[in-house]
T-cell receptor, first 112, second 114 residues
Framework: AQSVSQHNHHVILSEAASLELGCNYSYGGTVNLFWYVQYPGQHLQLLLKYFSGDPLVKGIKGFEAEFIKSKFSFNLRKPSVQWSDTAEYFCAVMTGGFKTIFGAGTRLFVKA | DTGVSQNPRHKITKRGQNVTFRCDPISEHNRLYWYRQTLGQGPEFLTYFQNEAQLEKSRLLSDRFSAERPKGSFSTLEIQRTEQGDSAMYLC????????????FGQGTRLTVV
C-alpha cells in the first residue's frame, strides 16, 4: 500500500535557523509530490509541487524541496525560517489514480 | 469562484443522529475528493469523484457513510447513526482533469459527536 512517512512530528527552531523536514514515500510507480502547509486556523495550502523535470523545486515563501528518486524522498528546506513560518507541514504523494496520500504532518514552531 | 467551499464549518450532533455536509468545488474542476483529518494526523482519503461518478472509496468509508455528486458539481457526505469516533475534520478538495494537477482544499467541516 502507498504510504508517506514524515520523520519529525514536532520541530522547534529559532528565527533565522535553517529548516529541513524529511519525507519518504512508498510507491513504485510515477508520482506527483507535494508539500502543503496549514497555518493556524486556516485551510491546507499548496507550498510547492513536483511533477517532472528539475528535481529541485522552488515554492512560495522561500521554500524548496528536492526529489531524490533513488531514495523515494522529497525533503523540504528553507535556509532561514521566520516566526510566520509557524504552521503544520504535510508531505503528500499523488499516485496514478489521482488519489493524494498525506503524511502525518510536522508541526513547526519558530521562536521569535 | 474563489475556492472550495464547505458547509457547515462546524457541526455538533448527538450520537446516533445523521449528519450531512456539503462541498462546492472550484467550478471548472471535474474531480472532487473527501478526506477526514483527526488530531495529530494528516488527511486520510475517503472517496473520489470524477464528474458524477464515484470512482474510488476507502475502506475507512463504512456503510454508515455515503457520498454523492449528483450533477457533477457540488457533493454531499452523509454520515448515518453517528458515533463518537466519527468526530473529526472532514475536508473536501477538487482538482482539474489532467496528469499534472494538484488538489485545492476547502476549510473543512469540523464534526463533534457528543
Amino acid at each position: 500500500a502507498q504510504s508517506v512517512s514524515q520523520h519529525n512530528h514536532h520541530v522547534i527552531l529559532s528565527e533565522a535557523a535553517s529548516l529541513e523536514l524529511g519525507c519518504n514515500y512508498s510507491y513504485g510507480g510515477t508520482v506527483n509530490l507535494f508539500w502543503y502547509v496549514q497555518y493556524p486556523g486556516q485551510h491546507l495550502q499548496l507550498l510547492l509541487k513536483y511533477f517532472s523535470g528539475d528535481p529541485l523545486v522552488k515554492g512560495i515563501k522561500g521554500f524548496e524541496a528536492e526529489f531524490i528518486k533513488s531514495k523515494f524522498s522529497f525533503n523540504l528546506r528553507k535556509p532561514s525560517v521566520q516566526w510566520s513560518d509557524t504552521a503544520e507541514y504535510f508531505c503528500a504523494v499523488m499516485t496514478g489514480g489521482f488519489k493524494t496520500i498525506f503524511g502525518a504532518g510536522t508541526r513547526l514552531f519558530v521562536k521569535a | 469562484d474563489t475556492g472550495v467551499s464547505q458547509n457547515p464549518r462546524h457541526k455538533i450532533t448527538k450520537r446516533g443522529q445523521n449528519v450531512t455536509f456539503r462541498c462546492d468545488p472550484i467550478s471548472e474542476h471535474n474531480r472532487l475528493y473527501w478526506y477526514r483529518q483527526t488530531l495529530g494526523q494528516g488527511p486520510e482519503f475517503l472517496t473520489y469523484f470524477q464528474n458524477e461518478a464515484q470512482l474510488e472509496k476507502s475502506r475507512l468509508l463504512s456503510d454508515r457513510f455515503s457520498a454523492e455528486r449528483p450533477k457533477g458539481s457540488f457533493s454531499t457526505l452523509e454520515i448515518q447513526r453517528t458515533e463518537q469516533g466519527d468526530s473529526a475534520m472532514y475536508l473536501c478538495a477538487s482538482s482539474s482533469t489532467g496528469v499534472d494537477t494538484e488538489a485545492f482544499f476547502g476549510q473543512g467541516t469540523r464534526l463533534t459527536v457528543v
